[in-house]
């Protein structure tokens, strides 16, 4: 059952997630030569592999799809050793933590003051 960009499988009466990309996907990742940041271009790869982390509930399944997304870095310009870099970062994570809600993005409304513009 293919959602957004994730594949969900009943293999076995188990649930399995996976990359979904529709036939027409193309490679639309920033070029490495982009005028952007270089923490962005450093970080991009990085980002990519902890979404393949978070999506894909099999390790095997994580390594053939981390694989594929190395050859589309390549192809956008990225140098191999931030690919290895970066996807050794990912693929040291903890999956069940990365899963879990970030304290970070959580909002604690106790402190908030909201004021009327009259």
Known sequence: LPFLDILISNINGCIKTSIYRKPTSTNH????ESCHSNAL???????QF???KRLCSDNRDFEIQSHLL???LLMRGYPRHCISTC????KNQNRTKLLLPNK????????????PLD
């Open 29 to 32: 990742l920033l070029h490495y």
């Open 41 to 47: 271009r450093r970080n991009l790869p990085y980002s």
């Open 50 to 52: 902890l979404r393949l």
């Open 70 to 72: 190395s050859q589309k």
């Open 87 to 90: 996807f050794q970062r990912a």
């Open 104 to 115: 970070m993005n959580q909002h604690d409304n106790s402190d908030r003051v909201v004021c």
